[in-house]
């Protein structure tokens, strides 16, 4: 005979131990259509709308396991890039310097030009392959596109990219995505 003390023990033990458990292990249990499209200081993006992308194919090498550095070959098309310089022109801005909660203009650490593009259908397409290439869950904040553009003698001179001052504002990883002009 099952005792019945166990059978109620059970709703308790999913609520205070399960549950606790499988979060730890994979994250807080959200379905994608309960996550707002949310813009964190116009920079990061907690879920992507839903566009209809066509098909493309890319090659990817890797140059390093340890640390991982993979070489992604016609990530972005031809059309792609192009359209990407064409909505950036009119954006760049001087590239900034970051150290703790001081930003800067520092030109003997960066000189270059960076750009916020807007997020029309290419972009989210371009987004979304990034995510997917990744491998990122949908509850995942990512960073929105940059273009950068280096002229004669700019540089970035070696740096982290983290701040370590809280987990949303660290980078996980570098998004595939980066077009330098």
Same mark, same amino acid.
Request: aromatic share 10%; glycine share 6%; hydrophobic share 35%.
């Given at each position: 005979?099952?005792?019945? *003390? #166990?059978?109620?023990?059970? +709703?308790? *033990?999913?609520?205070?131990?399960? /549950? ?5 292990? =994979? ?6 259509? %309960? ?15 839903? !566009?209809?992308? +066509?098909?493309?194919? #890319?090659?990817? =090498? ?13 990530? /972005?098309? +031809? ?5 990407l310089i064409d909505i ?8 900034? !310097? ?6 800067? @203009? ?26 997917? =290439?990744?491998?990122?869950r949908p509850d995942l904040?990512?960073?929105?596109? &940059?273009?950068?553009? #280096?002229? !004669? ?13 809280? &987990?949303?504002? %660290?980078? @996980?990883?570098?998004?595939?995505? *980066?077009?330098? @002009?």
């Amino acid at each position: 005979m099952i005792n019945l *003390g #166990y059978i109620a023990a059970l +709703p308790l *033990g999913y609520l205070f131990v399960w /549950l606790p458990v499988q979060e730890m292990l =994979f994250g807080p249990a959200q379905k994608s259509s %309960d996550l707002p499209v949310t813009i964190f200081n116009s920079s990061f993006i907690a879920l992507d709308e839903h !566009v209809s992308c +066509p098909p493309h194919t #890319y090659n990817t =090498f890797i140059l390093s396991h340890e640390p991982l550095v993979i070489y992604i070959e016609n990530f /972005l098309s +031809p059309q792609e890039s192009k359209h990407l310089i064409d909505i950036s022109e009119d954006k760049f801005a001087p590239s900034t !310097v970051s150290t703790g909660s001081d930003t800067s @203009i520092r030109k003997d650490v960066r000189l270059s030009e960076v750009a916020l593009v807007d997020r029309d259908d290419t972009v989210q397409c371009i987004e979304q392959r990034a995510r997917a =290439f990744q491998g990122w869950r949908p509850d995942l904040q990512i960073e929105r596109l &940059r273009t950068q553009r #280096y002229g !004669v003698g700019g540089h970035y001179s070696n740096h982290y990219d983290w701040s370590g001052a809280s &987990r949303n504002a %660290d980078r @996980i990883s570098l998004k595939p995505t *980066g077009l330098l @002009i």
